[in-house]
Each structure stands twice: as C-alpha cells, then as structure tokens.
C-alpha cells in the first residue's frame, strides 16, 4: 500500500506506531498449541515467540553473546494479532515514585 505524501493523519498514525514500540509480528493462529515457537526479524533483531506450557504467549530477544539467555521482552495478542514492544525504555525496571501533597486548607 503506498500513501500520497501529504497524507498527514497517516504519517501521524506511521510515527505514533514507531514511537510507541509496539510492533506487528503474526497471527495467533501461527503457534496453535503448547510448545510451538516462531522466530522473526523485526528491525533487524531476532525474537522467538513461544506458547508456553500455560497457554500463554511470550516472545524473547536473542541476544548474539556468547552464553547469552534470552532476554524477555513484552508481548500482547490484540484482535489474534501478536504484537511486540522492542522499545528498551519499556522493558527496565523503575522505582515508583512516592508524591506527597498538602491540601491548600491544611
């Protein structure tokens, strides 16, 4: 499919796509039972997505080290489209932060 390029509701829709992370790997219907696996490309970097024992879908980064395990990486089945998120920023960890305010008639 190709968009003229003064379409700007989908270049907004292109950027807010890449921007967010999430990206379109299959259908669901590619790993039907328990213990198949699919492994793709996606931006150049090799992910395996698993049905696990439990039925549930989880996908994993290859890394290239030597000894390397696999770095999970979030995964979500949208409408039995699987979708996954390489954005690094998602996947560390973060403290929450604790706010503490005082009402304006203290």
Not at 30 to 46: C, F, M, N, Q
Not at 54 to 70: Q, T
Request: proline content about 8%; charged content about 30%.
């Amino acid at each position: 499919m190709s968009a003229p390029p003064d379409d700007r509701r989908f270049r907004r829709e292109m950027a807010t796509a890449y921007r967010s992370g999430w990206h379109f790997v299959d259908l669901a219907t590619a790993i039907p039972r328990r213990g198949d696996s699919l492994k793709v490309t996606v931006l150049g970097e090799p992910i395996v997505i698993a049905r696990e024992e439990d039925d549930d879908v989880r996908a994993y980064r290859c890394l290239r080290r030597p000894r390397g395990a696999p770095q999970p990486i979030r995964c979500a089945i949208r409408y039995g489209m699987i979708f996954v998120n390489l954005d690094r920023r998602d996947h560390q960890l973060v403290e929450p932060r604790t706010i503490t305010v005082t009402p304006r008639s203290a």
